[in-house]
């Protein structure tokens, strides 16, 4: 289903990897050109999606792999319906930070869950809307993980996966990249910040 009138923006990748920097950053960038824009997360865009975020995020002990998907895919239909798409219909931006690639990678190749019915599923929940753009963010996971030991804080459930699930999720995001040029933006985020901003904003700038 075509969601009309706004411009959707989603910024993908692995824990570590700089979204929510570059989220702000493109957010003041269409605010100071003068532009409605909308900033939202998955998991946690929406107030019901912020309980879902915190037992997806924070719950102690094990969520059966298939139940982990269900509630990603429960937040992210709720989101798209109550936040994304009405914003969307009034002709905002919308800067996400995760989307339906983040549990193609993390529930598909991460928990090993078959990756099509991974996807289908998250389609079904938001009556198949799909991003105008999609940024990339694209770090090898021991980069990440030092940035991560830096910031000091306790790790989530999914921070506290091992190195090889972070490559799984990796990889998977790279062939999702690979598979959609047209609409995925792919930027190394070992870059410097500022640097990537501004790859991101031409490549933003084409579809204003
Ligand atoms: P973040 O908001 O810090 O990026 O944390 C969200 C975590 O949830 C991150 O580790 C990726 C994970 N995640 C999934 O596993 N599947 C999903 O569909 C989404 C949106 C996030």
Do not use: C, N
């Not at 957010?27 to 019901?48: D, I, N, Q, Y």
């Not at 219909?89 to 990756?115: K, N």
């Amino acid at each position: 289903m075509t969601v009309a009138a706004g411009r959707w923006i989603t910024l993908e990748g692995g824990d570590g990897s700089g979204k929510s920097t570059q989220a702000a950053l493109l957010t003041e960038w269409l605010e100071e050109s003068g532009r409605t824009a909308l900033r939202t997360r998955e998991p946690g865009g929406s107030e019901v999606g912020r309980l879902i975020r915190d037992i997806v995020l924070h719950h102690r002990g094990e969520i059966a792999p298939r139940a982990e998907a269900l509630l990603y895919a429960a937040d992210r239909a709720h989101h798209v319906a109550t936040v994304v798409r009405p914003a969307l219909e009034r002709g905002d931006i919308v800067v996400q930070d995760r989307y339906l690639d983040s549990s193609v990678a993390y529930q598909g190749a991460g928990r090993v869950l078959d990756a099509t019915e991974v996807r289908d599923l998250s389609l079904w929940a938001t009556q198949g809307a799909l991003p105008d753009l999609t940024v990339l963010l694209d770090l090898d996971p021991s980069t990440a993980r030092r940035r991560l030991d830096a910031d000091d804080k306790p790790f989530d459930r999914l921070e506290a996966e091992k190195e090889d699930f972070h490559a799984r999720v990796r990889r998977a995001f790279l062939q999702l990249a690979a598979a959609e040029p047209q609409r995925f933006l792919v930027v190394d985020a070992g870059a410097d910040a500022d640097d990537i901003a501004v790859l991101i904003r031409a490549r933003v700038a084409l579809l204003l």
